[in-house]
């Protein structure tokens, strides 16, 4: 009796660590699969069955690469045997449901064991806000009627800029990215340069700074720069915006000169 009794109470530890396993597996968001060593499904969690449209049984014994777009399994699949090489860390490439939507993924894949055999675990996580966000970001920072900088924090070298600060400052695109202002010789006075980072560092970020820049014409130009620190993933970058005001500056100069001529009369 008392041998009978162990066995229902291990009988029933394991089935309550089992019931415990699966309300994990398939209450987590991100796409969950289980793939034998050659990419086939074994399991995957709701999910996957959700949000792909696929019940499991038509994805039972599939290849992974059923779910990316047909013009990319191919590269998805090279990603991923150079994800468990080591040479790559994640796969990009969107997963697409039933329907045929598109839904942007980070992928990472790892080695595990299933039911006592080899598999590869494969997480996908939905990015879609981040990429919509990202996408919405580069639109602004690109039509923006202001000049834009996205320069490192430490090193100061030119991560990206827009339309505008090229126009304005002459450069095209390759001349810029890589190098520091100082490189290209944009500042009229350094302590400028200076003076906003320093600013930066003790309040963490500049507002309305007045400074002089050099075109690669050597034209001066008035702008009038606010900046501050931004994290994208795990750097730090600083994000500057500039405001042209030379046309303002000259003005006001140009009625100081007659204000003056004025009086002298």
Not at 58 to 87: T, Y
Not at 127 to 152: C, N, P, Q, R, V
């Amino acid at each position: 009796a008392r041998n009978i009794t162990r066995r229902k109470q291990a009988e029933e530890a394991m089935r309550q660590s089992e019931e415990n396993f699966s309300t994990f597996f398939n209450t987590i968001n991100d796409f969950l699969f289980v793939l034998d060593m050659n990419g086939n499904i074994l399991m995957v969690n709701d999910t996957v069955v959700n949000r792909l449209g696929y019940s499991r049984e038509e994805l039972a014994g599939k290849n992974l690469l059923m779910v990316h777009p047909a013009d990319r399994q191919s590269e998805a699949g090279e990603i991923i045997q150079n994800i468990l090489k080591g040479k790559e860390t994640s796969c990009a490439i969107p997963i697409m449901a039933k329907s045929g939507k598109l839904i942007s993924v980070e992928t990472r894949v790892v080695m595990g064991r299933w039911n006592n055999q080899d598999v590869i675990f494969g997480v996908s996580k939905d990015i879609s806000d981040i990429m919509l966000s990202e996408e919405k970001f580069s639109k602004i920072f690109h039509a923006s009627g202001a000049l834009i900088a996205l320069t490192a924090f430490d090193g100061g070298r030119f991560i990206d800029v827009n339309e505008m600060f090229l126009k304005t400052l002459g450069y095209t695109r390759e001349e810029v990215i890589g190098k520091t202002s100082i490189e290209l010789g944009i500042f009229v006075d350094l302590s400028e340069r200076d003076a906003i980072r320093r600013e930066v560092k003790e309040k963490g970020k500049v507002r309305d700074f007045e400074l002089r820049v050099l075109t690669k014409n050597n034209e001066i130009r008035h702008l009038l720069l606010s900046a501050e620190p931004i994290h994208v993933q795990d750097e730090l970058y600083l994000l500057s915006t500039s405001n042209d005001i030379t046309k303002i500056r000259e003005a006001e100069k140009a009625l100081r000169e007659s204000e003056e001529r004025y009086r002298n009369i």
